[in-house]
């Protein structure tokens, strides 16, 4: 997983505190850590599984990193742009001369403005992009930047919590991007797919059961978060229930969970692409699979 342990990573706690992956014969073991480290030890055998997002997937790959994505949990990209109302920030146009927070120029929040300049038609030039580390909200707060980039699920809502009102740009609104699943080596997945089918099909067991009863899953979970104090428990049960939102989407309703929609790789690898993030096509069909999940 990526960073340090978060409510985010629910399913996986809960599968883990339930017993789904012992019920599939899996002994499982959770870290923290950088996605992209992550992603090599992946390729390498060293990790059987990692949690990343498409654009990470197709940029390993155009770097010989034979990783592929065999459960997307995330349907959508969970990222947003979010601003005090004060500010007048309404929609992506408003940003055009702007200062912008990130907290560095890589990783989810960084290509997520990416993606809504693109489909704004923007370019960064349009507008000014601070890297203030993990400090948006407190940034946005105190108006050191007009606007902040970070997870629409967590610093928009830890300033509507303090009193201040902000709007919020959605990436997914904007543009699909292919956000977070469970990612596997390409060795492992051909020559052992029972085992990644058991890992899937543990986790999709418990996104349904957090879908149906995110407050028994967040007591779970708490479990494997010791540091979190109990001041910020109710802060954090939002974040889970605003999270849950993020893994359902038309196509799981027809498809299943972990779904991986075709069209938004297609998308993902174009704006990559144009934007220059990705220097070299990569063929989007083996970056993903749908035939391991059951």
């Given at each position: 997983m990526g960073y340090i342990p978060d409510v985010q990573f629910?399913?996986?706690?809960?599968a883990q505190a339930k017993g789904y992956y012992r019920d599939e014969g899996l002994d499982v073991t959770i870290n923290h850590g950088f996605v992209t480290d992550a992603i090599v030890q992946v390729a390498q055998g060293r990790l059987t599984f990692?949690?990343?997002?498409?654009?990470?997937?197709?940029?390993?790959?155009?770097?010989?990193?034979?990783?592929?994505?065999v459960f997307q949990t995330y349907q959508q990209y969970p990222v947003a742009i979010f601003a005090k109302q004060s500010t007048g920030i309404k929609q992506p146009a408003d940003l055009k001369g702007k200062t912008i927070g990130v907290p560095v120029r890589a990783g989810a929040t960084y290509v997520g403005l990416k993606g809504v300049l693109y489909a704004a038609k923007l370019s960064e030039q349009d507008v000014n992009i601070a890297e203030i580390n993990f400090t948006q909200a407190e940034a946005v707060r105190t108006d050191k930047v007009a606007a902040a980039v970070g997870y629409f699920n967590n610093e928009p809502l830890v300033l509507q919590q303090q009193g201040v009102p902000v709007d919020v740009l959605r990436v997914s609104d904007y543009i699909a991007l292919v956000s977070n699943g469970i990612v596997t080596s390409e060795a492992l997945a051909q020559s052992d797919p029972e085992t990644v089918r058991k890992f899937t099909r543990a986790t999709a067991r418990e996104l349904q059961d957090t879908l149906d009863d995110p407050e028994a899953a967040f007591e779970l979970a708490l479990q494997f978060i010791p540091e979190l104090p109990a001041e910020r428990h109710p802060q954090e049960l939002a974040k889970l229930k605003q999270t849950t939102a993020l893994w359902e989407s038309a196509a799981t309703k027809?498809?299943?969970?972990?779904?991986?929609?075709?069209?938004?790789?297609q998308t993902t690898h174009q704006f990559l692409r144009e934007s220059g993030l990705l220097q070299t096509d990569v063929d989007v069909q083996q970056a993903f699979t749908n035939d391991l999940r059951k």
């Amino acid at each position: 997983m990526g960073y340090i342990p978060d409510v985010q990573f629910a399913m996986f706690y809960v599968a883990q505190a339930k017993g789904y992956y012992r019920d599939e014969g899996l002994d499982v073991t959770i870290n923290h850590g950088f996605v992209t480290d992550a992603i090599v030890q992946v390729a390498q055998g060293r990790l059987t599984f990692a949690n990343a997002a498409g654009d990470e997937i197709l940029l390993a790959r155009a770097n010989k990193i034979p990783v592929k994505l065999v459960f997307q949990t995330y349907q959508q990209y969970p990222v947003a742009i979010f601003a005090k109302q004060s500010t007048g920030i309404k929609q992506p146009a408003d940003l055009k001369g702007k200062t912008i927070g990130v907290p560095v120029r890589a990783g989810a929040t960084y290509v997520g403005l990416k993606g809504v300049l693109y489909a704004a038609k923007l370019s960064e030039q349009d507008v000014n992009i601070a890297e203030i580390n993990f400090t948006q909200a407190e940034a946005v707060r105190t108006d050191k930047v007009a606007a902040a980039v970070g997870y629409f699920n967590n610093e928009p809502l830890v300033l509507q919590q303090q009193g201040v009102p902000v709007d919020v740009l959605r990436v997914s609104d904007y543009i699909a991007l292919v956000s977070n699943g469970i990612v596997t080596s390409e060795a492992l997945a051909q020559s052992d797919p029972e085992t990644v089918r058991k890992f899937t099909r543990a986790t999709a067991r418990e996104l349904q059961d957090t879908l149906d009863d995110p407050e028994a899953a967040f007591e779970l979970a708490l479990q494997f978060i010791p540091e979190l104090p109990a001041e910020r428990h109710p802060q954090e049960l939002a974040k889970l229930k605003q999270t849950t939102a993020l893994w359902e989407s038309a196509a799981t309703k027809a498809n299943g969970l972990g779904y991986s929609d075709p069209a938004m790789w297609q998308t993902t690898h174009q704006f990559l692409r144009e934007s220059g993030l990705l220097q070299t096509d990569v063929d989007v069909q083996q970056a993903f699979t749908n035939d391991l999940r059951k």
